[in-house]
């Protein structure tokens, strides 16, 4: 029977592929001048949502709101050592192309620096800003991580230390996962549906990770939100994603199978 923290957070549907093998590059001009250099996001301070005046305080001790939190972070932790554990602890990698490569399946496409770098150009700038778009009510707020409270492991225990002192809410991995949903169904609409039930997945992978309540997954996801609908009013994001979506379009044209094993990502995706 699927657990209760997965119909909260919907089910999610994935576009399923077969592995394919490395293929040449699509045709394509040459990758933006900030595919070369250290990457910044679209926005600045004064532009970036402002996520300590758009969250709300956390649930409050003895409030329903944190029973329910509770109740789904055990639910959570009922997942340790299962491939469902082993999904959340890849996700939990913000590295490129690793966090690309998550979407894949969703995607129903291999995407890569080589062939499509206007998207991943376009993801990684996306990325830095849904990723601060968390930070202010992270700061204000500094609520304690769920594997402070109750004692059981995380699934990257080798960042445990960073954790400790970063506030758990809202979650910037969730806020990033939703941001990529976002943005892909506007480069790729016929698989809407699919990257944003991906795009919830990630977020719900932290509560399995046992490094985010599942109120700083949803307020998380509202960041990337917000984000990607600011991002449309700068001009350099949409002509960014024209790119990406021209791009798309000529991979289409060539076998592009995600290297995943879609069939067992959505299986594991439904337990």
Not at 79 to 84: A, K, T, V
Not at 177 to 202: N, T, W
Not at 236 to 242: I, L, N
């Amino acid at each position: 029977m699927r657990r209760t923290w997965l119909s909260w957070a919907g089910s999610t549907v994935i576009a399923a592929g077969a592995c394919a093998a490395e293929l040449p590059p699509v045709s394509s001009p040459q990758p933006p001048a900030a595919s070369r250099v250290n990457f910044v996001g679209y926005l600045n301070a004064s532009t970036l949502p402002n996520s300590a005046l758009l969250v709300p305080p956390p649930p409050a001790s003895g409030s329903a709101a944190l029973a329910r939190d509770e109740e789904l972070s055990r639910e959570g932790l009922a997942l340790h050592g299962s491939p469902r554990w082993d999904l959340a602890a890849q996700a939990a990698a913000l590295a490129f192309p690793a966090i690309v490569e998550t979407f894949s399946c969703a995607l129903d496409a291999s995407i890569s620096e080589e062939r499509t770098p206007h998207l991943m150009s376009l993801l990684r700038k996306t990325l830095v800003d849904a990723g601060r778009s968390t930070s202010a009510a992270k700061k204000r707020y500094q609520r304690v991580r769920p594997f402070m409270t109750n004692d059981k492991p995380i699934c990257t225990p080798q960042s445990e230390e960073v954790l400790r002192s970063d506030g758990s809410y809202p979650s910037g991995h969730s806020a990033i996962g939703y941001a990529f949903g976002l943005v892909l169904s506007e480069i790729a609409p016929e698989q809407a549906d699919a990257l944003l039930a991906r795009g919830r997945a990630f977020g719900q992978s932290r509560i399995v990770c046992n490094v985010h309540w599942a109120s700083d997954v949803a307020e998380g996801q509202l960041m990337g939100a917000a984000v990607v609908a600011r991002l449309h009013a700068e001009p350099e994001f949409r002509a960014d994603v024209d790119a990406a979506r021209a791009e798309l379009a000529a991979l289409r044209l060539q076998p592009s199978a995600p290297v995943r094993d879609c069939k067992l990502e959505a299986t594991t995706l439904e337990e």
